[in-house]
């Protein structure tokens, strides 16, 4: 059955700190692969995807993430955290055809002044 | 232009009662997606549609749950017979339904409370 992990229900930062948010997969085949970050009150928006080809995929607001198929991971960072990053991200999958996402439970992060 | 907007914002309703959430997906989208999130989880799907059939709704709970999108744009998720447990940020997400690399925009959601 196919599934997303994230292991980190909170993560607390220092604003100027690195950041690497864990997701890890499992799927039948190599999924497409998206991260989302909601604010409060908000709706879901897109930080970066994957689908194929170069697996360190850049995304809006400095964020990154990397695809390791060894590892069934999918790691969203960001070298410099900002106060306003605070927010809840998740890690989602899905197959190469239109259809449904399969989410994490998402991690919220907190960013110390 | 405009994302995908969702009516209403918040809902409250008593055990028991029917109600529907309404989604305007972003214009010319094809494909449509409803998702419920519950407190400190991530957004589960429910249904989605092609145009104006439903082309999975393998997450539909159960057959209290229905939804429908007469005319290939708006959609309407309609609960009957409210059940605590149904309380939940509702999600839709549309997407242009053209490519399998594509992005799903979703809106803001309704936040729906059963007393």
């Known amino acids: 059955a196919q599934s997303v992990t994230q292991p980190d229900i909170h993560i607390t930062v220092s604003e100027g700190a690195s950041l690497e948010l864990r997701c890890n997969y499992s799927?039948?085949?190599?999924?497409?692969l998206f991260w989302y970050v909601q604010s409060p009150g908000q709706g879901l928006q897109l930080l970066l995807k994957?689908?194929?080809?170069?697996?360190l995929v850049q995304g809006i607001k400095g964020f990154e993430a990397e695809f390791k198929r060894s590892q069934s991971s999918f790691n969203l960072r960001k070298p410099s955290v900002h106060w306003s990053d605070a927010a809840e991200y998740f890690c989602?999958?899905?197959?190469?055809?239109?259809?449904?996402?399969?989410f994490g439970r998402g991690t919220q992060l907190t960013v110390w002044p | 232009g405009a994302g995908v907007s969702q009516t209403p914002s918040n809902k409250v309703t008593e055990k028991g009662k029917y109600v529907e959430l309404r989604c305007d997906p972003i214009?010319?989208?094809?494909?449509l997606y409803w998702y419920r999130q519950s407190l400190g989880q991530g957004p589960e799907f429910l249904i989605y549609?092609?145009?104006?059939?439903?082309?999975?709704d393998s997450g539909l709970p159960n057959d209290r749950f229905f939804a429908v999108r007469p005319e290939g744009s708006v959609s309407t998720l309609k609960i009957q017979r409210t059940e605590r447990g149904d309380s939940a940020v509702y999600l839709c997400?549309?997407?242009?339904?053209?490519?399998?690399?594509?992005?799903?925009?979703f809106g803001p959601g309704t936040r729906l409370l059963v007393l």
């Open positions: 997400a549309s997407s242009s339904g053209t490519s399998g690399s594509e992005t799903q925009y």
């Open positions: 799927y039948g085949a190599t999924p497409y």
């Open positions: 994957y689908f194929s080809g170069d697996t």
């Open positions: 989602a999958a899905r197959g190469s055809t239109l259809g449904r996402l399969y």
């Open positions: 214009s010319g989208h094809t494909a």
């Open positions: 549609f092609q145009g104006t059939g439903a082309a999975d």
